[in-house]
């Protein structure tokens, strides 16, 4: 059985950092590229990171762009999340989800997906 469980999550201020987990199991782990998605309520999931297995590419969306890292340890069968400089707009629950492809791809073609971890930003 798949589980993904994401951890780190919190309430920060404006200006702070937050560093996100997500633990896999069940799962070939280094034959899966790894995202973070993120949904506010009200707004649509967004794609706020992801990489890929083979060549640990990683790509960011551009509202995280110089702010965010991903980062994976694929002997622990987890990727992370560093986010730094957060914003009030970064508020939202954040979500782990895993891919058997070697690409970033739509949130519509992920296999698996943790139940995500809440990160509110204040001012």
């Known amino acids: 059985q798949v589980q993904l469980v994401e951890s780190g999550g919190g309430l920060v201020q404006a200006g702070g950092s937050l560093r996100l987990s997500c633990k896999a199991s069940g799962l070939n782990f280094e034959h899966y590229t790894m995202a973070w998605f993120r949904q506010a309520p009200g707004e649509e999931r967004e794609g706020v990171s992801c990489i890929n297995y083979r060549y640990e590419t990683a790509y960011y969306g551009d509202s995280v762009k110089g702010r965010f890292t991903i980062a994976r340890d694929n002997a622990a069968n987890t990727v992370y999340l560093q986010m730094n400089s957060l914003k009030l707009e970064d508020t939202a629950t954040y979500y782990c989800?895993?891919?058997?492809?070697?690409?970033?791809?739509?949130?519509?073609?992920?296999?698996?997906w943790g139940p995500g971890t809440q990160v509110t930003v204040s001012s």
């Open positions: 989800a895993a891919v058997v492809l070697n690409r970033c791809g739509g949130s519509d073609e992920y296999h698996y």
